[in-house]
């Protein structure tokens, strides 16, 4: 089947560049346990030899602090090859299933084949983790992929660029970079997987171009994310951990806490513990901490400022509001008497912005969460099991956390996606590998024992012996 629909506008040099990885998927090249180890482990090896290249590149797109570029891009991509190259032979096996009485003398398997060529979009935030965690999926999974990174963190897409198209034929793997017009021109093509991370705006502009193909996506969107901290939470360690989440890479993290919701009677001393933890981590000026990043472009930091600006307006900046333009730098800041109208809780903030919303009765928490588009993660800090069990039944979002922000990102054993607006399908570990994997079904049958019953001419007694095997009893 023809790879290009002619009805729709794209580019000569992206139709040849598929063209080449569907011929070289299918020649077979990349089926083989063997083939599919060995690129990972070249991966692995590019991202253990370039280490200082890739913190540089984050440093100069988001001003990102060496640790938080180690932890959560260079080492998680580093854990996901790992992990996959440990359970890959497994994950690739096919699996044995019952087969039912009815199709006697029968065995059933299901097979875990590669889709084929997948496309894999990458946003700005985690741009080199973002980028290669589907990479590895698609490579584990045996398809070929281009990579599509964002052009906002320019540094980053053209290092991506550079390491990739070293270590890897473009019939496998390659990079496209480019923006809106490039993107477009590569959702015209026919793809066996698209893989998107970005916003819930344009993931519904390529939900509509996969739609054209009948191509299949992975969705990861974003969303308002909420935390609560109930009565009983330990106050310190859940301000620590909420100030980590929220205000790492400048706030521009998908699963990042993007408002909270805090028991009354406690509200005043918590925003204390924040306020304390805030100058434990960025000193008393974060404009002058190594340890903050920078928002990512001038048209975000303008979108930032709109909703300071308009905060500051209904007095709700409790702490922070400092920002400067040229030096795309937002002061961590806290806002305090918000409530749903307020212009913080519009949006999603993506960005260094926490506002705070007090509540009397955790039910009524709940019954509003309930009926808010349903976030990416959700995270709550209370010790009372109920409690903790009365969230997870009542409150619908992607993943989350008990008594800690953002971390559940780092189990490669829990799967990683959005519900409702924040996206759907979901990754990491073995769902990874089963984001661009087909999986096929084959019933083997024995060649003996072919009863006439199931053939025509049906007589009454094939009825009453069918309904025998289906429903248990004769007549
Ligand atoms: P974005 O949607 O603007 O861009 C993502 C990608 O889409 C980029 O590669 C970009 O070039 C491309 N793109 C942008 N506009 C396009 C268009 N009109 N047509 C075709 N392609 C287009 O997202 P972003 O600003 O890079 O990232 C921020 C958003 O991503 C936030 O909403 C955040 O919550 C979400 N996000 C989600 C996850 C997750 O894992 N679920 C992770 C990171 C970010």
């Known amino acids: 089947m023809s790879a290009l629909d002619p009805s729709r506008e794209t580019r000569p040099q992206f139709v040849a560049l598929l063209e080449a990885q569907r011929r070289f998927f299918a020649a077979g090249h990349t089926r083989s346990l063997k083939f599919r180890d060995r690129q990972l482990e070249f991966l692995e090896n590019l991202v253990l030899s370039n280490e200082r290249k890739i913190s540089e590149a984050l440093r100069d797109d988001l001003g990102k602090p060496e640790q938080e570029s180690f932890v959560t891009e260079i080492a998680m991509v580093l854990s996901e090859i790992r992990h996959a190259r440990k359970n890959l032979k497994k994950w690739m096996a096919a699996r044995r299933v019952s087969t039912s009485l009815v199709l006697f003398p029968a065995t059933s398997r299901i097979y875990r084949e590669p889709v084929g060529v997948a496309l894999v979009i990458a946003p700005w935030n985690y741009p080199f983790m973002l980028a290669l965690s589907p990479l590895i999926g698609a490579i584990a999974a045996g398809c070929c992929a281009i990579l599509k990174p964002s052009e906002v963190s320019s540094k980053t897409s053209k290092l991506l660029h550079e390491l990739l198209?070293?270590?890897?034929?473009?019939?496998?793997?390659?990079?496209?970079?480019?923006?809106?017009?490039e993107t477009t021109a590569l959702l015209n093509l026919r793809f066996d997987h698209i893989f998107f991370t970005g916003s819930t705006a344009v993931g519904r502009i390529v939900a509509l171009a996969a739609a054209n193909h009948l191509t299949p996506t992975t969705l990861e969107l974003g969303g308002k994310s909420p935390a609560i901290v109930c009565a009983d939470a330990d106050l310190e360690v859940a301000a620590r951990r909420i100030v980590w989440g929220r205000f790492m890479n400048g706030g521009q993290t998908c699963v990042a806490p993007d408002y909270l919701y805090v028991n009354e009677t406690i509200a005043e001393k918590f925003l204390s513990r924040m306020?304390?933890?805030?100058?434990?981590?960025?000193?008393?000026?974060?404009?002058?901490?190594?340890?903050?990043?920078?928002?990512?472009?001038?048209?975000?930091?303008?979108?930032?400022?709109?909703?300071?600006?308009?905060s500051a307006a209904k007095s709700e900046v409790d702490i922070g509001g400092a920002h400067d333009r040229s030096s795309k730098y937002i002061a961590p800041t806290i806002l305090k008497n918000v409530d749903w109208t307020s212009p913080s809780m519009q949006d999603e903030i993506f960005g260094p912005i926490l506002p705070v919303m007090t509540y009397s009765r955790i039910d009524d928490v709940f019954t509003k969460l309930a009926t808010t588009e349903k976030p990416l993660a959700a995270y709550i800090f209370t010790e009372n099991k109920f409690v903790q069990d009365k969230f997870i039944e009542l409150v619908p979002f992607g993943g989350g956390c008990i008594n800690d922000t953002v971390s559940h990102l780092g189990s490669a054993n829990l799967p990683f996606g959005g519900v409702g607006g924040s996206g759907y399908g979901s990754y990491h570990g073995e769902k990874s590998f089963l984001a661009f994997t087909h999986e096929k079904s084959v019933l083997k049958k024995s060649r003996r024992l072919d009863l006439s019953v199931r053939y025509p001419p049906y007589k009454p007694w094939k009825m009453k012996f069918l309904r025998l095997l289906f429903l248990g009893r004769w007549g």
């Open 165 to 181: 198209t070293s270590a890897f034929p473009p019939d496998f793997v390659t990079v496209v970079e480019g923006g809106v017009p």
């Open 275 to 310: 306020r304390h933890h805030l100058q434990e981590f960025y000193g008393k000026n974060p404009a002058l901490s190594c340890d903050y990043a920078r928002i990512v472009s001038h048209s975000h930091f303008d979108r930032l400022e709109r909703i300071l600006e308009k």
